[in-house]
């Protein structure tokens, strides 16, 4: 027999961790593929003297990345480590590694700050999530492992750790990162936390809305991608969905990440939409997306753990984290039809754009437009108005001659 399908001091919890995977759809292959790497990450700790009990996530990644992944495995062995080692702090077994000071008292500033952006400023989750981000990173940058220090914070921490951002990647293609550092230097200002107002240091990103023109597709490119994702033999029916809701609804990305089953009232033919700042609204079904949407839960979706309509397909079939997942939708299009993107970055919001701008070429108003991309503000519409060439020509006035010389 294979020395490592011998039993191991893991052995034991093996059968509870399989059923608690297996009620999350994991596949039955897939929960023997994990007993067998479990068998090799114990035969690890069996020559070191280190019993379940004494398991920390931290000690599990240590240990797991020391054996290499198999070619046939599609999970590393620390990742499965560290997916192993909750279940059995659930089970009692291992105890929760206790926080250190300076980790607690982190824990409990981020903690207060996250229910002040919940209770008082009315973020969405998703919202709090990226903006509690920032703020970690900003603390860990600038103290790293050592108790906080909150009035000793400068004006040179905050363009340091900006120009830290901007070093590791390319610069950041929006406003977000400045934003969420000011909400969190204006929180701890309004707490007394700081003894002055560091929001007022972090620079201004430099976003030229009025230098360019909508980055959109025509309606043959349009109908092109989306021909492309359908007939995607594993996710098609997924993808294609979330796309033509975009395409057809004007959705954005996180807007069709945030569809509940229950939203869709199939008698009335309506969806119910969760828009930016918790705006609800209510949109008519047409009947192309409304068969998409109806493929999709026939044949390709299996969560039985949320009520989010577009999962991943990989167990435990959870909702998305983030949309970043249609943006690699619309690269894998774009590289399959060898059609061109309007950008370097590849965004979600290229659906929203082509559709506005085939609109107003197509001779609809600015107030039609921004009804229908359900905008809160007629100025965030005004950016098509530069698309409107011929209305544009009527009120130009004439180019200046200069009076000819007698």
């Known amino acids: 027999m294979e020395i490592f399908n011998q039993t191991t001091c893991l052995d034991p919890y093996f059968v509870s961790f399989e059923k608690s995977l297996s009620s999350k759809n994991y596949k039955p292959a897939t929960l023997e593929n994990y007993r067998y790497l479990l068998r090799r990450f114990g035969r690890l700790l069996e020559p ?10 931290d000690l599990a990644v240590e240990f797991g990345r020391r054996l290499p992944a198999t070619p046939k495995s599609q999970i590393k062995i620390p990742n499965l480590a560290r997916l192993f080692v909750p279940h059995l702090i659930e089970l009692g077994v291992a105890k929760r590694p206790l926080l250190t000071p300076a980790q607690a008292e982190r824990h409990e500033l981020l903690g207060n700050f996250e229910s002040y952006l919940l209770r008082q400023r009315g973020l969405s989750p998703r919202s709090v999530y990226h903006v509690l981000r920032f703020a970690d990173r900003f603390l860990d940058h600038r103290f790293g492992d050592h108790m906080i220090d909150l009035p000793a914070l400068n004006a040179r921490d905050v363009v340091s750790f900006m120009e830290y951002l901007l070093a590791r990647k390319r610069p950041f293609r929006d406003k977000t990162p400045a934003t969420h550092l000011r909400s969190f230097f204006q929180y701890l200002f309004a707490q007394g936390l700081t003894n002055t107002n560091l929001s007022l240091c972090v620079p201004r990103a430099h976003k030229p809305w009025g230098a360019r023109l909508p980055r959109h597709l025509s309606p043959d490119e349009v109908e092109t991608v989306l021909a492309s994702v359908r007939a995607n033999p594993r996710r098609g029916a997924r993808d294609y969905a979330m796309l033509l809701l975009m395409a057809r609804l004007r959705l954005r990305a996180l807007e069709v990440m945030a569809i509940q089953l229950d ?9 119910l939409v969760r828009g930016k700042g918790q705006r609800h609204d209510r949109l008519p079904i047409p009947t192309d997306v409304g068969e998409a949407i109806s ?11 949320t009520r989010t309509l577009f999962v991943t397909l990989r167990a435990p079939n959870r909702s998305f984290k983030d949309s970043q997942v249609v943006n690699d939708i619309l690269k894998e299009a774009f590289a399959a039809t060898g059609v061109k993107p309007p950008t370097p970055y590849v965004g979600s919001h290229v659906l929203r754009h082509s559709l506005a701008t085939n609109m107003v070429r197509a001779g609809a108003s600015l107030e039609e437009i921004g009804d229908l991309l359900r905008h809160r503000s007629r100025a965030t519409t005004m950016i098509y108005a ?8 009527s009120i130009a006035q004439p180019w200046p001659v200069a009076e000819v010389a007698r």
């Open 263 to 271: 939203d869709i009232d199939w008698r009335a033919g309506e969806l």
């Open 295 to 305: 493929k999709y839960l026939r044949e390709d979706r299996t969560s039985a753990t």
């Open 48 to 57: 070191e003297g280190i019993q379940p009990s004494a398991l920390t996530p």
């Open 386 to 393: 530069k698309l409107y060439t011929d209305g544009l020509r």
